[in-house]
C-alpha cells in the first residue's frame, strides 16, 4: 500500500504564498510514481493542478496556475512539493496530492487532503 500524507495548508492573504508538502510512504511506492497535485473549491468538481514525473523533467501546469504554482520533489525523501504564489481568491479549495505508476495509468492513490483559504 501506498500512504500519502499533504501537509502545509492554511490561511492566507491574497497575494501571498504557500508551500504544500506531499510525503509518500508505504512498502510499494516508487519514486518512479509520476505525482498530480488536484484541487476541489466548494460546489465545484475536482480539477487537476499539474502533474511532476519522476525525473522532474515533465510538469504540466494547468493554466489558471502557470507562472505562479511551482511543483517540486525530492525523491531521497520521497516528497513531492507545491509552491504556490500570488495567490488568489479562486484558489481556495482543498488540496490534494495523489500518485500513478506512469502516465495514463490511473491515480490510484490520493491524500487526505489540505484546505486552503485565501482572502480578499
Known amino acids: 500500500q501506498v500512504q500519502l500524507v499533504e501537509s502545509g495548508g492554511g490561511l492566507v492573504q491574497a497575494g501571498g504564498s504557500l508551500r504544500l508538502s506531499c510525503e509518500a510512504s508505504?512498502?510499494?511506492?516508487?519514486?518512479?510514481?509520476?505525482m498530480g497535485w488536484f484541487r476541489q473549491a466548494p460546489g465545484k468538481e475536482r480539477e487537476i493542478v499539474g502533474v511532476?514525473?519522476?525525473?522532474?523533467?515533465?510538469?504540466y501546469y494547468t493554466d489558471s496556475v502557470k507562472g505562479r504554482f511551482t511543483m517540486s520533489r525530492d525523491n531521497a525523501k520521497n516528497t513531492a512539493y507545491l509552491q504556490m504564489n500570488s495567490l488568489k481568491p479562486e484558489d481556495t479549495a482543498v488540496y490534494y496530492c495523489?500518485?500513478?505508476?506512469?502516465?495514463?495509468?490511473?491515480?490510484?492513490?490520493w491524500g487526505q487532503g489540505t484546505q486552503v483559504t485565501v482572502s480578499s
Open positions: 511532476i514525473n519522476w525525473s522532474s523533467r515533465s510538469r
Open positions: 495523489a500518485a500513478r505508476v506512469s502516465e495514463g495509468s490511473t491515480w490510484d492513490y
Open positions: 508505504g512498502r510499494t511506492f516508487s519514486n518512479y510514481y509520476d
